[in-house]
């Protein structure tokens, strides 16, 4: 039989008085350096429900799903899916919406904790009903654009909703575009079917 190096021995020895080499995980949290990148995760102030995320996700991980009878939007990821690549962030309209956390253990005997939802109120189309965006969504772009905002017809009405200056019920009962339309919130393609109105018929 071969005897032990002394090398082996020394680590045997203090392996006894310190306690084993390797982590205790997951008995106890793993060490995460801060740079670590882990599983992405949405933020309530920074995230404006765009949708864009969604789009760019490779595995499907984010979904946007827009729940037209309640009228709202709900952005949905399902941590089981996901790669970690780091395109959301990466992509992200606002640079805020969804981070890279440095969380890596989402292993669970429960199915829903590994889900994560957040909502917004729809914007829909004042004349088709079709969904524009949604409300954090409109008021970003409001923010970014300043006093150009009132220069917008359909931003001008909607910021005039907010402050109560704008009647949401005037002006809606009758057929086809009429020139007053044009203070309503349209969608692009309505709005774009009422300047061809306007330019070709008078």
Known sequence: MRKPKLRELGEAIKALIKGPYTTKFPKKP???APEY???PE???DGCVRCGGCAEICPTRTIERRDLIEEGKRVMFRN???CIICGQCQLYCLTGEGIVMTNEFDKTTLD?????EEIEDELVFCEACG???TTKKHM???ADRLGEMTYSNPTFFVYKGYEMG???KDAGKNHPGFWREDHMRVLCPRCRRNLMFKEDWEG
């Open 30 to 32: 793993a060490e995460i």
């Open 111 to 115: 199915r829903h904790n590994i889900y």
């Open 130 to 132: 079709a969904v524009i």
């Open 165 to 167: 200056l704008a009647d």
């Open 37 to 39: 990148k882990g599983f």
């Open 42 to 44: 949405f933020q309530e």
């Open 139 to 141: 008021d970003w772009i």
């Open 79 to 81: 941590y089981a899916n």
